[in-house]
Nanobody, 115 residues
């Protein structure tokens, strides 16, 4: 079974950038669709970006044109490049398959956008 570890979060100023990484213990390409999710305090977890094993990408309207999801097959890792960050992007970010499975959630990585 695939296990995922998220990293790369931190605190940045509005307009800044971060690159999140999702390292998989098994091949992520055995999963048709991988996604990045986020959950802000008091809010439900939402899907922000997804990528298929054949490279198709989709984004939530809130992050479209600012975030880019990608994957590196050699490193078995999925990335989320986040540019032009806004305070409303503050959340814990997770990766998982889409649709998500409870057994695949990692620990998440905190992203805080603040001046």
């Amino acid at each position: 079974q695939v296990q995922l570890v998220e990293s790369g979060g931190g605190m940045v100023q509005p307009g800044g950038s971060l690159r999140l990484s999702c390292a998989a213990s098994g091949s992520i390409f055995s999963i048709n669709v991988m996604g990045w999710y986020r959950q802000a305090p008091g809010k439900e977890r939402e899907l922000v970006a997804s990528i298929t094993r054949w490279g198709d990408r989709n984004y939530a309207d809130s992050v479209k044109d600012r975030f880019t999801i990608s994957r590196d097959g050699a490193k078995n890792t999925v990335y989320l490049q986040m540019n032009s960050l806004k305070p409303e992007d503050t959340a814990v970010y997770y990766c998982n398959r889409y649709p998500p499975t409870t057994s695949t959630w990692g620990q998440g990585t905190q992203v805080t956008v603040s001046s």
